[in-house]
């Protein structure tokens, strides 16, 4: 497995955030919502709202963590994670394509979403699966039920180690999500614990995703209000937004209550999924992911990515800028696993990809043009609303127009420095055949 690695910090241009700055609703047009907007209520009460820390940034922090590896069973993964608009990175990530002794045919991987701190999340992901291992459960002869079981006693023994260390030795009483699969040689268990999510994409579909833990499903409100807790606006008691969590401890204090009727459980849903041929790829990621990008979308602009590029990193990262620019506005997790099955890099994706992006350069040209024409500054955002209104054939499936913002950016620059550096040759020429 090749060790993690940061990747090169990703600086957004001066004048993009200048522009940014001065047109906050156009930006909103094309960004879907992804820059904090503070009005001029907030303004006037800033100076109350000083007492109280953001849980948002001024400006989003950009830089990712990438990492990669592979299986000898042939399984490649990779994954990346950035901190984004939030104050603080709470996400963290477990992989192990390759399990030891005998379980050495299967793997696991998993993302946890922390939240109120990161310790939970931290210390699920270096001490989760050897909880459920050392249930006995899981064994190389496998009994799909016996290997759940095992699973759900490993989540629950965690949680209960963990609620004693924060009673006895005042640990950190933060939680967090947990999405996780759990590979072995014939059955795929996935594994939900809160809102992560975790899909599967089969012969180009996605045929099973785990379902979020969410205070308003109905069958988790009726176990916080059973627990003699509320659901005030979606989240238990007003307050936590997640359902079922690990840690979380504030909301586990009813003693005579069984863990998994408390207001929060840590109790996980397991299922188990045959592996098949046509199985392509999975996906794990954390809410930050999710609120910006459906399953089906999320599916269909990774399948067309791996068409068109070889690097699994690469692919990550273009996922978490989407969902940036899309509108998230949370820590963001992914992880993609790819089967044998999955979609090779292929000449004619390529080659359209090409002319997507010539075109996308040729219609910058000539909006900037067009602008010039009118004696008009060309501005960025306006050349990007004039894209967003055309029908530009060949987008990425599932990341349209904003997955192709470094392409907008780059052929802005291009033109509208042209334009710039031309405009005192014309005058020149001008001058020189007045005289």
């Known amino acids: 497995m090749r060790t993690a690695r940061r990747a090169s910090n990703v600086e957004v241009p001066s004048f993009l955030r200048q522009l940014v700055k001065e047109t906050e609703k156009m930006v909103t047009f094309f960004f879907k919502g992804g820059s904090r907007e503070r009005g001029s209520d907030e303004e006037d009460s800033q100076d109350e709202d000083d007492c109280y820390p953001s849980p948002y940034l001024e400006h989003p922090i950009l830089e990712k963590h990438v990492f990669e590896g592979s299986s000898q069973s042939g399984l490649n993964y990779a994954g990346a994670s950035m901190q984004g608009w939030r104050a603080q990175m709470e996400d963290a990530h477990s992989c192990m394509p390759q399990l030891s002794g005998e379980l050495i045919n299967w793997g696991y991987f998993a993302v946890f979403d922390g ?6 999340a931290q210390y699920c992901s270096k001490h989760l699966l050897d909880r459920m291992i050392a249930t006995g459960g899981i064994k190389a002869i496998e009994d799909p039920e016996q290997v759940k079981e095992g699973i759900r006693n490993g989540f629950l023994d965690i949680d209960q180690h963990m609620h004693k260390l924060a009673r006895q030795d005042n640990w950190d009483r933060s939680g967090s999500t947990a999405a996780a699969v759990l590979l072995s040689p014939e059955y795929i268990y996935f594994i939900n614990c809160g809102d992560s999510r975790t899909l599967l994409c089969r012969d180009g579909q996605v045929v099973f995703y785990t379902e979020d833990h969410k205070p308003f499903n109905p069958r988790e409100k009726e176990r916080i209000q059973n627990a003699g807790g509320s659901v005030t606006l979606q989240r238990v008691n007003g307050s936590l937004a997640v359902s079922r969590a690990l840690g979380d401890f504030d909301f586990k204090e009813v003693d005579w209550r069984p863990q998994t009727e408390q207001l929060v459980s840590p109790e996980p849903e397991i299922y188990e999924m045959g592996r ?29 990515r791996l068409k068109v590029c070889d690097d699994l990193r690469e692919i990550c990262t273009q996922v978490i800028d989407l969902c940036l620019y899309k509108g998230s506005l949370d820590n963001m997790s992914i992880i993609i696993v790819c089967f044998p099955a999955a979609p090779q890099l292929s000449q004619d994706a390529l080659q359209k990809e090409t002319e997507l992006e010539q075109h996308i350069d040729m219609k910058v040209e000539e909006i900037i043009q067009m602008m010039r024409s009118k004696d008009e500054d060309p501005d960025l955002l306006y050349v990007i609303k004039i894209l967003a209104a055309e029908e530009i054939p060949g987008l990425p499936p599932g990341g349209g127009l904003t997955s192709k913002r470094d392409c907008i950016i780059s052929a802005y620059q291009k033109h509208s420095t042209s334009a710039r550096n031309q405009e005192p040759m014309d005058v020149e020429g001008s001058e020189e055949d007045s005289r």
Request: net charge negative; with cysteine; glycine share 12%.
């Open 276 to 304: 098949g041929p046509e199985d392509e790829f999975l996906i794990l990621a954390c809410d930050g992911v999710w609120d910006a990008i459906g399953n089906e979308e999320l599916c269909a602009f990774v399948r067309s």
């Open 115 to 120: 939240h109120a701190g990161t310790t939970v």
